[in-house]
């Protein structure tokens, strides 16, 4: 089974800094997604950014960034410029792309992002 | 719009009764999802299902039942055999994964917060 680990239970950053936050993963596939979700207050699951398995470059979406190292397991979200807005529980979940698992979201245990002003 | 409604948002249960969480989706996606979050903790699958009269018990599927019989809706009960229910219970959908490109991704409703008095 897959699972995913997220060593950061709680992380804080100043309002404008960047902050990267880590998440590494267990899998015996190839083809597979990864994602980042964020979970305000509201406790509304929010996606930030995904990333396939299968294409090299990195995803980006306005600040967020992530850095997909295939070979090490390894999937960091960065937040640049970061907002008070951003302060939030971040989540870091896998998918399968094939079979009857392929159905179904893993998710790590989540970073606390605290955003100082 | 479309998107994803649970209801109640809150609901208050004696001990030994059932309750029944509704979930409905106008996404048109054929998967659903039920997963439970306890404090301070990640995502855990209860259940899922890809298909109309179909479903999967998921990582910790005692205690619940789920149906599903039609696309749009797949609710679930908390049994009185479920020995810690309190939690927060979020529903989801997305599309089924075929081939390379599909997002993968899934959409959330706002959750709903079970309490057991």
């Known amino acids: 089974a897959q699972t995913v680990t997220q060593s950061q239970p709680e992380m804080s950053v100043q309002e404008a800094e960047t902050v990267t936050l880590s998440c590494t993963y267990d899998?015996?596939?190839?083809?597979?997604?990864l994602f980042w979700y964020k979970q305000p207050p509201s406790r509304q699951m929010i996606l930030v950014i995904r990333?396939?398995?299968?294409?090299?470059q990195n995803a980006t979406e306005n600040r967020f960034s992530v850095n997909f190292q295939k070979a090490a397991k390894s999937f960091s979200l960065k937040i640049s410029d970061s907002q008070l807005g951003d302060a939030a529980m971040y989540f870091c979940?896998?998918?399968?792309?094939?079979?009857?698992?392929?159905?179904?979201?893993?998710f790590g245990e989540g970073t606390q992002l605290t955003v100082n002003p | 719009d479309g998107g994803i409604t649970q209801s109640p948002k809150y609901l208050f249960r004696k001990e030994g009764q059932n309750v029944t969480l509704s979930c409905e989706q106008n996404?048109?996606?054929?998967?659903m999802y039920w997963y439970r979050q306890d404090p301070g903790q990640g995502l855990r699958l209860i259940y899922y299902?890809?298909?109309?009269?179909?479903?999967q018990k998921g990582d910790i599927a005692e205690g619940y039942s789920v149906s599903r019989e039609k696309k749009e809706s797949f609710p679930l009960t908390v049994t009185s055999a479920q020995k810690n229910p309190t939690a927060f219970y979020l529903c989801a959908s997305s599309m089924l994964l075929s081939g390379r490109g599909r997002a993968g991704e899934l959409f959330f409703g706002e959750g709903s917060r079970l309490t057991v008095l």
């Open positions: 990333q396939e398995a299968y294409k090299q």
């Open positions: 979940a896998y998918r399968s792309a094939t079979g009857a698992s392929g159905s179904r979201l893993t």
């Open positions: 899998t015996s596939e190839s083809d597979y997604y």
């Open positions: 996404l048109n996606h054929d998967a």
């Open positions: 299902s890809q298909i109309v009269n179909d479903f």
